[in-house]
């Protein structure tokens, strides 16, 4: 008897091998269209949940920081620089033979209130801004040069209708802020691919100055490679023709795109869009689904992450990268934002680490377009 179980033990488990081994990865199955990425945190870069790092290690073939390379934590303070994560994240993507971005060099959002403020806390004048964003910059790029494929340089310089997001490199430096950015990043590592990164860049205001800044840059004679568009995506917003006519500006434009933040929610959303400045309160008809997702509501996302993804497949030709916005639906940003401590289910893979159906449905679709 004993010997019969063990052998079919041995059977299922050879079985699971062989199934996982005939389970293709989403970087494998993208190969020659685009990259398929990642953010990742630094738990699954220590490996503190094996299964969860063994994942990002053998599904993608891109991964991009989720935190740890912005401003503020590898930049705390004026003189101090916090390397350990990042550097234990690019070894991480370096083992894997996975293309990294770095993200993102200047973002008003999570960076230290020193940047702008002189001893007596006042801003700073014009010169000393640009001369600590040179530092910033030329310290985080050069001690990466060579390892990292692009930067996201400028994140987030736009409000929707297309006007210049008043933040403190605004008010200080004027629009000039993002030229220096680039520049600066440019000269720290030559061979880096450059990105100006946004969200709701379906808005067609904001495309349009997003356009026109590429074109000032290039003018300028700045390298910029591309132009990320977030994509955190709802229900129904940003519908696919809005989500097709940006990436048409863009591409008559002469202008790659990345898909830099991929997650499409099921929550009923206060808002659209991923502005971090947005809060709400906690109510539970804005947390529906923390007994599970009805079956209608998973098939119409199953079919909005299709169409999306058919969308990016048919724009291969412009589209370099597709990156989700985190692993699972456990770790995701969208529980706690933008309303804390609610249940969503945006992500490619479920709370039990396991590939929704629609991944090999997505698998499908990009081997036809091959
Ligand atoms: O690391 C600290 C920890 O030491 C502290 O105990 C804890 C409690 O305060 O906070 C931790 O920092 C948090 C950080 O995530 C790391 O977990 C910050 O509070 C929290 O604000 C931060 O949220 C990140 C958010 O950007 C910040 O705006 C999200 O994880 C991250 O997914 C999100 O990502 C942004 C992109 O970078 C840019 N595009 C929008 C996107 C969503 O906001």
């Known amino acids: 008897m004993k010997i019969e179980l063990i052998s079919a033990v041995t059977v299922i488990v050879l079985l699971a091998t062989l199934h996982s081994m005939a389970q293709k990865s989403l970087g494998e199955a993208t190969k020659g269209e685009f990259l398929f990425g990642v953010a990742v945190n630094m738990n699954q870069v220590k490996g503190i949940n094996p299964i969860e790092t063994e994942l990002i290690s053998k599904e993608f073939s891109a991964i991009v920081p989720e935190n740890c390379m912005k401003p503020q934590p590898i930049h705390p303070k004026k003189n101090r620089y916090y390397w350990k994560d990042a550097d234990k994240l690019v070894t991480f993507g370096e083992k894997n033979n996975q293309a990294i971005t770095g993200h993102c060099l200047i973002w008003h959002s999570q960076i230290g209130k020193w940047f702008f403020i002189d001893a007596d806390g006042k801003d700073v004048s014009p010169e000393e801004l640009k001369e600590r964003m040179r530092q910033h910059i030329s310290k985080v790029v050069g001690r990466y040069k060579g390892r990292i494929k692009g930067w996201d340089v400028v994140n987030e310089a736009f409000e929707d209708d297309g006007s210049y997001r008043k933040s403190k490199f605004y008010q200080i430096l004027g629009k000039d802020f993002i030229k220096y950015a680039f520049q600066f990043a440019h000269e720290a590592d030559p061979n880096a691919e450059l990105y100006y990164n946004d969200y709701n860049v379906e808005t067609p205001s904001k495309c349009d100055a997003i356009v026109e800044l590429v074109k000032d840059l290039r003018t300028a004679g700045c390298r910029i490679d591309a132009v990320g568009s977030q994509s955190h995506m709802h229900m129904n917003l940003p519908t696919l023709d809005s989500t097709e006519a940006s990436f048409k500006k863009l591409r008559d434009a002469g202008i790659h795109i990345l898909i830099t933040e991929w997650d499409i929610s099921i929550l009923p959303s206060p808002y659209e869009g991923a502005n971090v ?94």
């Open 277 to 370: 400045s947005a809060n709400f309160n906690y109510s539970k008809e804005m947390d529906p689904y923390r007994d599970g997702v009805p079956d209608v509501i998973q098939q119409k996302w199953n079919k909005r992450i299709l169409d999306m993804f058919g969308l990016f497949l048919k724009y291969r030709d412009v589209v370099d990268r597709v990156t989700v916005w985190g692993l699972t639906d456990n770790s995701t940003w969208l529980n706690n934002f933008p309303i804390h401590g609610r249940k969503d289910y945006p992500m490619l893979f479920d709370r039990n680490n396991q590939r929704k159906p629609v991944v090999d449905e997505m698998i499908k679709l990009a081997e036809k377009f091959k």
